[in-house]
């Protein structure tokens, strides 16, 4: 049974919140400093970084599930009575190595958009977009 790293969980759950942070900054752009605008395109290649990762840990756990049941989605988990275990596929074998590098390659990738959320800068930037509102 294909399991979901809890660490990668808490990726997807971070980018939950920076979508959410993400689109409340949008729909109060207009009121906003001008520094929202660089504010949104850091959270949006955050975003996109853990959209990516989220992505492919899915497209992972659909092609095990392919591999061990021999069909797609999740019903009658039963295997393949001519296999005793995952089934051979070389072309989706092929893919899921190359999918797993591309996990990798995000995770490696994380720590460099995640610096620009998390350096004290973003919070003077937020504190001054927001101060916008009361500058309108």
Not at 7 to 27: A, C, G, N, P, W
Not at 46 to 66: I, P, R, S
Not at 77 to 94: H, M, N, W
Not at 107 to 117: A, D, G, I, R
């Amino acid at each position: 049974e294909a399991v979901v790293d809890p660490s990668l969980e808490k990726y997807h759950q971070l980018r939950i919140d920076v979508k959410i942070l993400r689109y409340t900054l949008e729909f109060f752009k207009e009121v906003l400093g001008p520094e929202s605008k660089g504010l949104i395109k850091d959270l949006k290649a955050l975003q996109d970084n853990l959209g990516d990762m989220h992505d492919t840990v899915v497209a992972l756990e659909l092609l095990e599930n392919f591999e061990k049941y021999g069909k797609w989605g999740e019903a009658n988990k039963k295997k393949s009575a001519a296999s005793g275990g995952l089934l051979d596929y070389p072309g989706v074998d092929a893919y899921m190595e190359y999918r797993k590098e591309e996990l990798q390659s995000l995770l490696e990738s994380f720590p460099e958009v995640w610096e620009k959320v998390i350096d004290p800068d973003f919070s003077v930037r937020f504190s001054q977009a927001i101060s916008g509102i009361y500058l309108s």
